[in-house]
C-alpha cells in the first residue's frame, strides 16, 4: 500500500493525480472523508467493486455507499423530488446520505444482485469531495476497515488495520488523525415520508414531514 501524506484542508496536484490513477485503473484508495477513512474506488469498475469487497471482506449481500462531488453529479445517478431533494440541497455538503432510486440506465456494479437503489452523499471533506468531482462520478466511500470492526480515524489505523493482509487498498492518502465524528445520517422515503435509517452526525426526527 503506498502512502501519500496530505492535508486534510486542501488539495495537492500530486496527491490528487496519484488517487485518480489509482482510480482509473480499476484500483482502491483508502481517503480522508468528513466522518472516518473510506474506500474509494469506482462503482461502476467489476473489477474495483470486486477488489473493495475483498479488501474488507463484506459480504456480496451488501451495497456500497458512494459519494459525488456536487449535487448535480449525484442526481445524475438516484432520482431526487419533493422532501429527499429540499433536504439534499438544505444538507450538501455534509454527513447526509440518501437512498434513492437510480436513474434509468445507471447500473453500479454489484457482486449480487442489481440494487434498484443507491446511498449517496456530497460530502464536505475537502479530499472526499474534490476526488470526486476530478475522478468526474461518484466513487464508493464504505468505511475503510475490515468488515465488522470499527471506523478508522487515523491513517496509522488503516496502515495497522491492513497490516499482513494479502488484499489491501492501493494507496493510502495519510491525512493524520481526523477529528471523530458521528458517522452520516442516512434517510430515505417510506410511504409518502421522509424516514431516518440511521441517527448520525446531523440530528432529525425519525419520521419526518411530507
Same mark, same amino acid.
Given at each position: 500500500? %503506498?502512502?501519500?501524506?496530505?492535508?486534510?484542508?486542501?488539495?495537492?496536484?500530486?496527491?490528487?493525480?496519484?488517487?485518480?490513477?489509482?482510480?482509473? #485503473?480499476?484500483?482502491?484508495?483508502?481517503?480522508?472523508?468528513?466522518?472516518?477513512?473510506?474506500?474509494?474506488?469506482? !462503482?461502476?469498475?467489476?473489477?474495483?467493486?470486486?477488489?473493495?469487497?475483498?479488501?474488507?471482506?463484506?459480504?456480496?449481500?451488501?451495497?456500497?455507499?458512494?459519494?459525488?462531488?456536487?449535487?448535480?453529479?449525484?442526481?445524475?445517478?438516484?432520482?431526487?423530488?419533493?422532501?429527499?431533494?429540499?433536504?439534499?440541497?438544505?444538507?450538501? !455538503?455534509?454527513?447526509?446520505?440518501?437512498?434513492?432510486?437510480?436513474?434509468?440506465?445507471? %447500473? *453500479?456494479?454489484?457482486?449480487?444482485?442489481?440494487?434498484?437503489?443507491?446511498?449517496?452523499?456530497? *460530502?464536505?471533506?475537502?479530499?472526499?469531495?474534490?476526488?470526486? $468531482? $476530478?475522478?468526474?462520478?461518484?466513487?464508493?466511500?464504505?468505511? $475503510?476497515?475490515?468488515?465488522?470492526?470499527?471506523?478508522?480515524?487515523?491513517?496509522?489505523?488503516?496502515?495497522?488495520?491492513?497490516?499482513?493482509?494479502?488484499?489491501? *487498498?492501493?494507496?493510502?492518502?495519510?491525512?493524520?488523525?481526523? *477529528?471523530? %465524528?458521528?458517522? #452520516?445520517?442516512?434517510?430515505?422515503?417510506?410511504?409518502?415520508?421522509?424516514?431516518?435509517?440511521?441517527?448520525?452526525?446531523?440530528?432529525?426526527?425519525?419520521?419526518?414531514?411530507?
Amino acid at each position: 500500500m %503506498r502512502v501519500l501524506r496530505v492535508s486534510r484542508y486542501r488539495l495537492t496536484k500530486r496527491a490528487l493525480a496519484a488517487a485518480l490513477d489509482v482510480l482509473r #485503473s480499476g484500483g482502491v484508495a483508502a481517503i480522508p472523508t468528513e466522518t472516518a477513512y473510506g474506500l474509494a474506488a469506482d !462503482p461502476f469498475s467489476r473489477r474495483a467493486v470486486s477488489r473493495v469487497f475483498v479488501i474488507k471482506g463484506r459480504g456480496a449481500d451488501k451495497q456500497l455507499p458512494l459519494i459525488a462531488g456536487s449535487y448535480a453529479s449525484a442526481s445524475r445517478v438516484v432520482r431526487l423530488s419533493g422532501p429527499l431533494l429540499r433536504l439534499a440541497r438544505r444538507r450538501w !455538503p455534509g454527513p447526509l446520505t440518501v437512498v434513492a432510486p437510480l436513474r434509468r440506465g445507471v %447500473r *453500479p456494479a454489484a457482486p449480487g444482485r442489481r440494487p434498484a437503489t443507491a446511498a449517496i452523499r456530497v *460530502p464536505s471533506s475537502v479530499w472526499a469531495r474534490g476526488l470526486a $468531482a $476530478a475522478f468526474g462520478g461518484p466513487l464508493t466511500s464504505t468505511s $475503510a476497515n475490515v468488515s465488522g470492526r470499527p471506523a478508522l480515524y487515523s491513517a496509522a489505523g488503516v496502515r495497522r488495520e491492513f497490516s499482513g493482509r494479502i488484499r489491501q *487498498p492501493d494507496l493510502l492518502l495519510d491525512a493524520g488523525v481526523l *477529528p471523530r %465524528r458521528p458517522p #452520516s445520517t442516512i434517510v430515505k422515503m417510506e410511504k409518502g415520508r421522509l424516514a431516518v435509517l440511521r441517527q448520525g452526525a446531523i440530528g432529525l426526527p425519525t419520521k419526518l414531514k411530507k
